[in-house]
């Protein structure tokens, strides 16, 4: 499979790193930061990139841009890894609408354009007879969509809850247990660059909020917004509410819950016995899908961090790759 890809943040350069690393099959044809851009239809040099990006600043020729890398370089899969932008989707918005309307597969962790526009961007990649696979816009390295759309196929999905916000979460664990303060943690976060490009949209609870979005829309086939979703966050919560609750044998989880048969579809700090399975630590996620058939699962996993996402990323275009297997048309 041949990938392009936008966006050379934390995401970007993991998914680069174990491409690198890994024989998957995959070749990368084009990358793309906010400065520049660097094509090559045989394939570039995953290395020099990185090391161009680590002295420079940016990865390739800056008379080249994004939307070259969209419009013109050979791909089967645009890969869309931008930081995200929840109020306009955009820049990803246009860079996905204009591949799949190319002609071509896209694969992204970008959730804005994902929640924003969801009914649009699945009814243009139907329209192209093309895909469009967000695995890693939810739970990070949980594969949680194909364990919904494939694995639980055939169920009714009745109510969805858990941590969905790696940073928050780490947070949360880390005043708990190293008595640290909600600044020094989320410093901490951002350093290990768990943190959204504006962390803002971590602490305040508006990523778990897109990502349910993500999820009801998925699931539920709603055309849920994110103005639907009733949200609090974590920065108000203090060291000493945090030692109240345990107190009590309790800990603070910030808790994503949709349930459409209750009307419910909220983001909002709880408090949770420590016993609880959604009490995960660090940047883990936890999330409870509640089916007729299956009955109650629970899958945890890492939620954020820059490897975790590319196995989402890789899985979504292996998956693609082997959807079309024999059918698939390179791209002239
Ligand atoms: N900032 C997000 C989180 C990254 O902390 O969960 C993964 O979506």
Redesign the pocket.
């Known amino acids: 499979m041949r990938v392009a890809i936008l966006g050379m943040g934390s995401v970007g350069k993991g998914l680069l790193q174990v491409i690198n690393q890994k024989d998957l099959g995959i070749t990368v044809t084009a990358v793309a930061d906010s400065k520049s851009a660097l094509m090559d239809r045989d394939g570039i040099s995953i290395e020099e990139v990185l090391e161009a990006k680590k002295i420079h600043g940016y990865c390739g020729d800056t008379s080249l841009s994004s939307v070259d890398v969209v419009t013109k370089a050979a791909y089967d899969v645009l890969v869309e890894v931008t930081p995200t932008n929840a109020t306009t989707g955009e820049p990803a918005l246009t860079h996905i609408l204009q591949a799949l309307t190319r002609g071509r597969h896209v694969v992204t962790s970008n959730k804005g354009p994902i929640a924003r526009e969801f009914e649009r961007l699945h009814r243009c990649a139907a329209k192209n007879g093309v895909m469009l696979r967000y695995e890693a816009t939810v739970g ?1 390295a949980i594969p949680v969509i194909h364990v919904l759309q494939q694995g639980l196929a055939g169920n009714r999905v009745r109510a969805i809850y858990g941590v969905l ?3 928050c979460n780490f947070i949360l664990s880390r005043m708990a247990a190293e008595g640290l303060s909600y600044e020094q943690a989320l410093l901490e976060a951002r350093e290990m660059g ?3 490009a504006d962390p803002t949209y ?1 602490v305040k609870g508006i ?1 778990p909020a897109i990502k349910l979005v993500i999820l009801a829309n998925t699931f539920w086939k709603k055309t849920v917004q994110l103005e639907d979703v009733d949200i609090t966050g974590i920065d108000m919560i203090t060291n000493d509410a945090i030692r109240l609750a345990e107190e009590e044998d309790c800990t603070i989880r910030l808790i994503a819950e949709a349930n459409p048969e209750r009307g419910i579809l909220r983001v909002a700090p709880r408090l949770l016995p420590l016993s609880h399975p959604l009490v995960v630590e660090g940047t883990l996620n936890a999330i409870t899908i509640e089916t007729d058939l299956a009955g109650e699962i629970t899958l945890i996993g890492k ?2 961090g820059s490897v975790e ?1 590319a196995s989402a990323i890789i899985g979504d275009i292996l998956f693609i790759r082997d959807f079309h297997a024999g059918s698939h048309k390179k791209a002239p």
Do not use: K, S, V
Request: proline share 0%.
């Open positions: 990070g916000n790696g940073t768990y943190a959204e971590d990523d939620g954020a996402t």
